[in-house]
């Protein structure tokens, strides 16, 4: 039976074919404002790579937090497409980091029967995430495609207080003032964002192996500076945004 | 403020000041009770609230506000009407008003990061939304915050307030300590506004109410009862406070026990522990919590007193029936022995605390709990939110932490 997922995130929209054994096809889009009409254009996209027709499919499983906005035969959280996404890829990772456009999750997975044992999520607050990186980016006038390139470069060691988003980019307009060069600010963005993740997943104690996924997971500077704080080597599966879509098909 | 809105404002705390005119409700709730002989739930429940308002705003007998965990059965003994301003913060919530005194509460220096509960009471009193209190009692427990909250409505009213000092620990000593805080008190009443006091009928009934209510949980403990829609005892709670000690809680208690009995519903497949209250301005969460098969077998603050209290020793029943519920919320050891005594009990799978913003006493100890929990192979979610407050409620993230958490006991 054929199953496709759809991931609609705040934003990334993914949809996964999958076969039972293989990914057939994958498409992947901004969300955009109309997640809905996002999901059937990448649900079409997967499809057309995959050499399908829409009736060929079996199930539509899907999740993210667009997931009741589309229609679906299952709808499940991604916390948990996530957990099954990562397995599909590293079978022995015990926790998961998912850092997503608007939120970052924590998970600790039984490897044994691929099954959720805990989980965290961030609440209410920006820094940590995606957008973070994005707003932090917009002042900076850098693509965020550049921190990983930057923040290798930097020279001293910048600490932004992140207590939230606004107040970031505040001090980071204080601290370009200051004559700080775009690299050791770039590198002190990653940081925040990397602390402010391993604070909250050293709540429930980072079993390895560890695995990170989400789009920051493409952000090597944010990597970086998470292998530090952490003191492990994370695993970053081949397509770090199409793990809950994949997820989503596993959850049948 | 716009003049209108501040006017309108003026004009409903001027009526709501007039007690000849909650005199109209008479006829009406004689209506009721003629049409409905034998009440439902539901229609027990919006009788009493009316007949409430008339005793309060009508001023029948003397206002006597109350913290939460102050007996009610105290204030019954002294002929007096207890009102709980916290209980009924959850009630203005609930009708869709609590944004007009928690903007005035704000807008008067009383930071957004307060309990809402005081937040809310505080900016109704100062509207004049709540009824006048003739005088107030307060305990030091649980919250810490309670103390300066009602020290700021004494000082708002003009009237006492008798406050009782609460000692972390529990043990005969400290409950000798509380009891003759309470015969201070009663005293001082007695002497400056001639209170004559008679525990025998409230204690009666408040003995009573106990017996159902032990009737009510050994219902609850069997799988196949469930109080649905999920955290829907949590709306029941001025029956377990504000009206302990009097006929009104005695009725209800037996009304829902005979409604368990009679009326089975189909429980929900998981039956989850629910820690601290509930937001009460939406039904969002209830329906979640029953779409995703979520039934929620007991609620913390639906636990309940079962010492005796005696009309020959009130003060030392009391100080007791205080210093036990008390020292159960505010010490962490006592809370999650209790806490874990409860999963066993009503065989739960899993543990729900809500987060009420600002809440020190609950989240306090989240760490400790979380970890006790964890370590006995209880999950346990913590959600986070505001029970009065909709600015701090996000819907779709309870969804996904909730919808992540019936799937992790499914799976």
């Known amino acids: 039976m054929y199953v496709a997922g759809l991931d609609i995130g705040s934003q990334s929209t993914c949809a996964v074919i999958w076969d039972g054994e293989k990914i057939r096809g994958v498409a992947l889009r901004p969300s955009g404002v109309n997640p809905k009409q996002r999901a059937e254009e990448v649900l079409e996209n997967a499809l057309r790579e995959a050499r399908m027709s829409r009736s060929s499919l079996g199930k539509v499983v899907a999740t993210g937090y667009g997931r009741y906005q589309v229609e679906a035969d299952l709808r499940v959280s991604e916390i948990t497409c996530q957990a099954k996404g990562v397995a599909f890829f590293f079978p022995q990772v015990r926790t998961v980091i998912d850092i997503g456009g608007q939120d970052s999750k924590v998970i600790l997975v039984d490897p044994k029967t691929g099954k959720v044992l805990d989980f965290l999520m961030n609440d209410k607050c920006a820094a940590g995430t995606g957008r973070f990186l994005e707003l932090m980016a917009e002042v900076l006038e850098i693509d965020p495609g550049e921190y990983g390139i930057l923040a290798e470069k930097h020279q001293e060691d910048v600490t932004l207080s992140f207590t939230c988003a606004v107040f970031a980019e505040s001090e980071l307009i204080g601290l370009i003032a200051q004559g700080k060069t775009k690299a050791d600010l770039a590198a002190a963005v990653c940081q925040a964002v990397a602390k402010q993740v391993v604070r909250m997943a050293e709540r429930l104690n980072i079993n390895p192996p560890l695995a990170i996924t989400g789009g920051v997971a493409q952000n090597r500077g944010v990597l970086y500076f998470l292998e530090k704080e952490i003191g492990l080597k994370p695993l970053v599966p081949p397509e770090p945004l199409l793990t809950g879509a994949l997820g989503a098909c596993l959850s049948t | ?411």
């Open chain 2, 1 to 411: 403020m716009h003049k209108k809105s501040a006017f309108l404002l003026q004009s409903i705390s001027f009526l709501l000041e007039r007690p000849t005119l909650f005199a109209l409700l008479k006829p009406y709730l004689w209506w009721l009770q003629w049409k409905n002989p034998f009440p439902t739930l539901a229609q027990f429940s919006y009788r009493i609230t009316l007949e409430n308002v008339l005793t309060l705003y009508g001023r029948k007998k003397p206002v006597v506000w109350a913290s939460l965990f102050f007996p009610a059965e105290f204030i019954y003994a002294l002929d007096g009407a207890p009102f709980y301003p916290e209980i009924t913060a959850g009630l203005f919530s609930a009708l869709g008003v609590g944004a007009i005194p928690l903007f005035h509460a704000e807008s008067h220096f009383f930071s957004a990061d307060l309990c809402s509960y005081h937040r809310l009471s505080v900016g109704a009193s100062m509207l004049r939304f709540f009824p006048r209190p003739d005088f107030l009692c307060a305990t030091s427990g649980i919250c810490r915050e309670t103390v300066p909250f009602f020290q700021t409505l004494a000082e708002l009213f003009g009237v006492p307030l008798y406050l009782v000092d609460i000692p972390h620990e529990f043990s005969p000593k400290t409950v000798r300590y509380v009891a003759s805080q309470l015969r201070s008190i009663a005293q001082n009443l007695k002497r400056d506004r001639r209170v004559t006091w008679d525990f025998e009928r409230p204690f009666e009934l408040a003995q009573k109410t106990q017996t159902v209510l032990q009737e009510i949980e050994a219902l609850r403990r069997k799988k196949e009862v469930m109080i649905l829609p999920p955290t829907k005892n949590l709306d029941y709670l001025p029956y377990y406070y504000q009206f302990m000690g009097s006929e009104t809680s005695l009725s209800f208690f037996q009304k829902l026990r005979d409604e368990l009995r009679q009326n089975p519903k189909n429980p929900l497949p998981h039956r989850l522990l629910w820690l601290h209250l509930k937001p009460f301005y939406s039904n969002f969460l209830s329906a979640l919590l029953t779409e995703l098969g979520l039934g929620i077998a007991f609620e913390e603050f639906a636990a309940t007193y079962s010492g005796e209290l005696k009309p020959k020793e009130p003060f030392q029943g009391l100080a007791e029936k205080i210093t036990v519920m008390s020292h159960a919320l505010m010490d962490e050891k006592a809370r999650i022995a209790r806490i874990l005594q409860w999963v066993s009990e009503y065989q739960t799978e899993g543990v729900i605390q809500f987060n009420q913003w600002g809440c020190r006493q609950s989240q306090g100890m989240n760490a400790l709990l979380r970890k006790t929990l964890r370590g006995e192979g209880v999950p346990v979610l913590f959600l986070d939110g505001d029970h009065i407050d909709r600015r701090h409620h996000t819907e779709e993230q309870w969804r996904t932490r909730l919808q992540a958490f019936a799937e992790m006991l499914g799976g």
